[in-house]
Every structure is written in structure tokens, then in C-alpha cells.
């Protein structure tokens, strides 16, 4: 039987098997007739928050929160709190139970991100490391980060963080889930980092975050609105497990198993060098690449690896690297592959058997090389003027050095000379006084 037919039967058999129980990945969390959310805006007062290329993170979280606050407050059935709404510095302990006074169903804190190095770039959501509420953190973090990729953004993935205790490192999801509220931590873009900050560099664009976000929410709870017309109650979530955490979101601590570089091909000429790149990770998606062309001492900016998803935990195994080398360069490749918590494994270097873009070296003179009267004839040909002027300038330097040999040369005949002159007088004078001192005595 053919391989495909075989392929065909079994996956129609299977869907047979297993149609009864295969559905729409059901909403995890339960809530009321009413769902009450908070909205968090991250830092304030003193707690400035990430200050880098004249942003200032607790103004653009208040703006992005009051926004959400507005959108969500155009659906049914919701109640909508802010923790704060002046710039005012207010522990995470309190923002949590500020939210348990108001039985809320779930808290969003809302922040923006930026890195020790400035190179990181990308959305990502942190959630409890706790069963339920890790669940519900997966399945709002999808919708969230679907939005984000939708307009544009690397997914970092929807994460977890344990402290030194084993606790929630984050002290809002550590202190809201303590009193049985669900919490998330939003980070929307790094506001550091070239290609996020387009993303965020005016207050329209941290207005539309807000918008997103609520919207976000809506599709998580199943709302509907009257007012905007959108109804989100048949809307199906991320499938998880009921009885245990998602596994995608436990922090990986190992960097990648392996990252290997082949040569593809390459033009020396054109300066034009062509790699593959294979890596391995079995506990976490690759996300980032950086490539060094000098054997490690400086990399590049990181690049997105091709395909990573980290919602679903893929990624591309191997990709073709295509590098421009500069010319009179014999490169030392190495390739640095991160996966999504920013750990990353070295390659081999690859080390080229040649140099790039070789410097043109002059033709050696002869019957086939014209001679200045040729070329005054041709004059119109500029790679025979650039000729003969190197060929004048060559000539002007080595008639500069004899000139300057020749002259050290008499300076130094001038004064042996003159040392000459100045030894025979001494001897002459000395004649003179011994003569003079023995007519003296006589």
C-alpha cells in the first residue's frame, strides 16, 4: 500500500476515534454574572520605572492603563477598577489588596520593558508559577501576545520566574495570588531597543496597547458589547491541561544543547559568504541569533531565528546565514543561538580559507602596459591615468629618499672633515707650547 494512502487512512481513523472528544479549548476560569478587573499601571511616584531614550515608564503605563480602563468600560456586564490613577508610589502589596477589596477576577499590571545591554526587543507576559492560576495566565498571555505579533512585535513567550525561596519572583503576581487573585505582568515592547521603540514613541501608540490589551481581556472572559458591537462569548482560548501548569511557561535554566555552523558557499570577489546554521533546544524555543565575523570578539545586533514561535514552541532548526564580508577580511565566523530565556550556546567557528575582496595588487610593467606617451594619447581613460599617477608618485618617493640619503651623506663627510680640521690644530698647538716651554728652560 502506498506510504500516503496508509497516511490518509490512519488520520481519517483517528478523527473517527477521537472526534467525540476533540472541542474548542474551553474558557479555564470560572467567572460571575458580573467580571470585575483590575488594571494595574505599573510603578509611579518615585518608582520611575525603565528611563531610556527620553521615555519615563510609570507616564506611559498610566496612559496605556487609562485606556484599557476606557475600552473595557464599553462592555457588558464588567466592572473596571484602576490600583491608582495619580503619580503616586504604592507597594505591590497594597495594589493586591486593593484588588481583593473589590473581588476582582483578575489584576493586569501593565509595564514596558528595557534590557542591561540594550539588545533584547519583543513582547513577553510573566505568570504565576502556581496551578490555576498559571493556566489562566497562559490562556490570557496567547491572546495577549497574538495581538502583539499581529502588530508587528517579536513574542517572547508567555514565562514564568521563581525567586531564591521557589516562590513567584514578581511580587505583584507573588502578593495577588497569596489572597487568590489571578495577576499577570504585560511588558509591551522595549523601549530601548530600535525596533520596539517605533512602537511605543507616542502617546497615541500607548493608547492603542490599551485598546488592544482590553480587547484582550474581552476575548479571555467572553465578553460583549453593545456599544462597540462585538460579541466574544463563542470565542475559544488556548487549549491547556486542567490538572497541572503549562509546561511551555516553567523557566528553562539550561542554555541550547547545540548550535553548529557548515559552509554553503561563497564569493570572494563579491565579498558574499553563505552559512547554515543548526540548533538544538529541548527545553525552551530559539529567539534570537547573533553572528561575530572576528572569531567572537564583537557579535552583532541579535536577529529574530527564523520561525521561532514560542506560543507553541517551535522553531526552525537550521537556516541559511547569508553575511557580507569587508573587503580584505578573512573571517572567523561564530554564531550565538538564545532561546527564549536569553541563554545562549556558542557555535564552531568557521574560519575561511581565504581572504574576501583582495586588494588589487599593480601589473608588473612590460610589453603590454602602456608607457606615458601612451597614455597622454589616451587620456581618456581614467584607470590609465590612476596608473601612471601611482607610477609618478612611486618615482617622487624614491627620488625623495636618495636626495635625503645623499644629503646625510655630505653632512656626514662635512663633519668628519671638520673633526679633522679641529684634531690637527690641537696637535700644531701642542707643537708650539712644547716648543715654547723648551726654549723656555734653556
Known amino acids: 500500500m502506498p506510504k500516503y494512502i496508509f497516511t490518509v487512512i490512519t488520520a481519517i481513523l483517528a478523527g473517527l476515534l477521537f472526534s467525540g472528544s476533540v472541542q474548542a479549548a474551553p474558557r479555564l476560569q470560572e467567572a460571575g454574572e458580573k467580571t470585575v478587573i483590575v488594571i494595574d499601571p505599573g510603578h509611579g511616584g518615585e518608582n520611575r ?7 519615563e515608564e510609570k507616564f506611559m503605563t498610566m496612559t496605556t492603563a487609562l485606556a484599557m480602563y476606557e475600552e473595557l468600560n464599553l462592555f457588558d456586564d464588567v466592572e473596571v477598577y484602576l490600583t491608582h490613577t495619580e503619580d503616586v508610589d504604592i507597594s505591590l502589596k497594597k495594589r493586591a489588596e486593593f484588588a481583593q477589596s473589590v473581588e476582582a477576577d483578575f489584576l493586569f499590571s501593565v509595564h514596558y520593558n528595557a534590557s542591561l545591554n540594550h539588545e533584547l526587543f519583543g513582547s513577553e507576559v510573566w505568570v504565576s508559577s502556581v496551578y490555576p492560576y498559571n493556566n489562566y495566565g497562559y490562556q490570557f498571555g496567547y491572546e495577549f501576545l497574538s ?12 514565562k514564568t520566574r521563581l525567586g531564591d525561596g521557589g516562590a513567584d519572583y514578581y511580587g505583584i503576581i507573588r502578593e495577588s495570588v497569596a489572597l487568590g487573585i489571578p495577576a499577570v505582568i504585560l511588558e509591551h515592547c522595549h523601549v530601548d531597543e530600535a525596533r520596539d521603540e517605533v512602537f511605543c514613541d507616542t502617546d497615541e501608540k ?7 490589551d482590553a480587547h484582550a481581556v474581552a476575548r479571555y472572559f467572553g465578553l460583549k458589547s453593545t456599544a462597540l458591537n462585538v ?17 511551555e511557561t516553567l523557566s528553562d535554566n539550561t542554555e541550547p544543547e547545540l548550535c553548529l555552523l557548515d559552509f554553503s558557499e561563497a564569493d570572494y570577489e563579491a565579498g558574499t559568504l553563505s552559512l547554515t546554521v543548526s540548533a538544538i533546544d529541548d527545553n525552551s524555543p530559539l529567539l534570537y541569533y547573533s553572528y561575530s565575523l572576528d572569531g567572537g570578539q564583537t557579535f552583532s545586533p541579535r536577529q529574530a531565528w527564523p520561525e521561532s514561535d514560542t506560543l507553541t514552541g517551535s522553531f526552525r532548526d537550521s537556516f541559511l546565514l547569508e553575511l557580507t564580508i569587508p573587503p580584505a577580511t578573512v573571517p572567523e565566523v561564530i554564531v550565538r543561538a538564545y532561546n527564549m530565556y536569553d541563554l545562549y550556546t556558542e557555535s564552531n567557528p568557521y574560519i575561511s580559507p581565504q581572504e574576501f575582496c583582495p586588494e588589487p595588487t599593480p601589473e608588473p610593467a612590460g610589453k603590454d602596459r602602456p608607457d606615458v606617451a601612451s597614455v597622454e ?5 581614467p584607470e590609465i591615468q590612476t596608473e601612471v599617477k601611482r ?26 672633515y671638520l673633526s679633522w680640521r679641529r684634531r690637527k690644530t690641537r696637535r700644531l698647538q701642542q707643537r708650539k707650547e712644547e716648543e715654547a716651554s723648551r726654549n723656555q728652560l734653556k
Request: with cysteine; proline share 0%.
Open 231 to 247: 460579541d466574544y462569548s463563542e470565542y475559544s482560548l488556548a487549549e491547556v491541561r486542567e490538572d497541572a501548569v503549562v509546561e
Open 391 to 416: 607610477g609618478f608618485s612611486y618615482y617622487f618617493v624614491v627620488m625623495f629618499c636618495l636626495l635625503i640619503a645623499f644629503v646625510m651623506l655630505v653632512l656626514i663627510v662635512v663633519f668628519q
Open 206 to 212: 500607548l493608547q492603542a496597547f490599551g485598546k488592544n
Open 147 to 158: 495581538d502583539m505579533r499581529r502588530q508587528g512585535l517579536l513574542v517572547r513567550g508567555v
Open 377 to 381: 594619447v589616451s587620456a581618456g581613460k
Open 49 to 55: 520605572g525603565t528611563i531610556e531614550n527620553g521615555h
